[in-house]
């Protein structure tokens, strides 16, 4: 890195009100970093207890691993009202906090963030330049549902196992809108975890080198790629390019902060012991700014991306994408899209495809073979 970058790294992290400089650095030099602590251990026990008691209904035993058979991987509908506004003693502030939660459609019980985990909501404030930079921070709550890995099975990936780009289900996340390379729907991805997370345990595995993969792929294209072509696109020619792999661990509490980009699966789980946790995002106010009048205004986030394209002081990504012709837009996930939907974006799919020919061919070819082109 060059003495710039270094100085613009030192003032995004004198920002910073919740991740220690150790923290901050690791989240600019590698993508991820993993906050310990951020959800009080109690809340953690509480919540996985309350997935506990909703299995055994379904018939998934703690104490008899042949039911976890049964869902290997399930999501319940946790976690329980945690009584956040009764502990608070503040009759008009939990009248205030019912009111948004009704405004955004949010569970009445769903405890917000900043009143159970502020450890957790500021280290992802910090990550994006501040709580101006999120949007409707004060609608965030503990997520609402548990992922539980019980005993998935990854025993017929080969000698190379899921460090290779053949293992199934690698991707980055959002399906729901438009990809660019500031898009503000999904300003990091957050992995919660509730229980005690060991090494093979079912951690998300993670290509950590894929971010800067992601990150040129995006920056190629200033109008924006549908979702369908990323998911397409990520495996394999993405994942191909990656050589460093990772599985997530940690404690119960702990939260793992990774940037947007990172392409990820969900892990085998044969170790015997469950995993609860939980994979969602933060949405931005705007898009990321790669070139700012002030270069101390850069987000950790920010920094990462200009880092992996090698672009150490701006990046004039912005300048070339027409935000008018090519709006920051939301798009219907696949299996709520109308057959009207469903034809307009096969018409998209295929223009995107022949505008893409030039730039990323083998992909095109494999794709749209030449015995099917019209």
Request: hydrophobic share 35%; with cysteine; charged share 30%.
């Amino acid at each position: 890195m060059n003495a710039d970058f270094e100085t613009m790294v030192d003032q995004a992290i004198a920002k910073c009100k919740t991740l220690s400089e150790s923290d901050a650095r690791h989240f600019v030099e590698h993508g991820w970093v993993v906050v310990k602590g951020a959800v009080p251990r109690r809340i953690a026990e509480e919540v996985v207890a309350c997935a506990w008691r909703e299995l055994e209904e379904r018939g998934i035993k703690k104490d008899d691993p042949e039911t976890w058979k049964e869902e290997p991987y399930i999501r319940t509908g946790c976690p329980p009202n945690i009584h956040i506004m009764a502990s608070r003693g503040d009759k008009e502030a939990a009248r205030q906090k019912l009111k948004i939660r009704t405004r955004y459609g949010l569970p009445p019980e769903s405890p917000f963030l900043q009143d159970v985990a502020p450890r957790a909501l500021g280290a992802q404030v910090d990550c994006v330049g501040g709580w101006e930079r999120v949007d409707a921070p004060e609608q965030i709550a503990l997520p609402d549902s548990l992922a539980v890995n019980l005993c998935s099975d990854d025993s017929k990936l080969g000698e190379e196992g899921w460090r290779s780009a053949v293992a199934p289900g690698w991707h980055k996340d959002g399906w729901h809108y438009r990809h660019f390379l500031d898009s503000p729907q999904q300003g990091l991805l957050l992995g919660y975890i509730f229980s005690d997370l060991l090494p093979e345990s079912g951690g998300t595995q993670m290509c950590v080198d894929s971010i800067g993969v992601v990150a040129r792929f995006l920056a190629r294209y200033p109008e924006g790629i549908h979702p369908d072509t990323v998911f397409s696109y990520i495996k394999p020619y993405m994942v191909k390019e990656c050589s460093r792999f990772m599985e997530l661990t940690g404690e119960a509490g702990d939260l793992a902060i990774m940037h947007p980009y990172m392409v990820h699966r969900v892990a085998g789980n044969d170790s015997g012991r469950a995993r609860f946790g939980q994979f969602p995002s933060i949405k931005l106010s705007q898009p990321m700014r790669f070139r700012r009048e002030d270069r101390g205004d850069y987000s950790l986030a920010e920094l990462v991306v200009l880092k992996e394209l090698g672009q150490l002081t701006h990046l004039d990504f912005s300048e070339e994408a027409d935000y008018a012709k090519y709006p920051r837009e939301d798009i219907t996930p696949p299996p709520s899209r109308t057959d009207e939907e469903k034809r307009e974006i096969e018409i998209e799919l295929y223009e995107e495809l022949r505008r893409m020919a030039s730039t990323e061919p083998q992909w095109v070819q494999d794709m749209w073979p030449e015995r099917e082109r019209p």
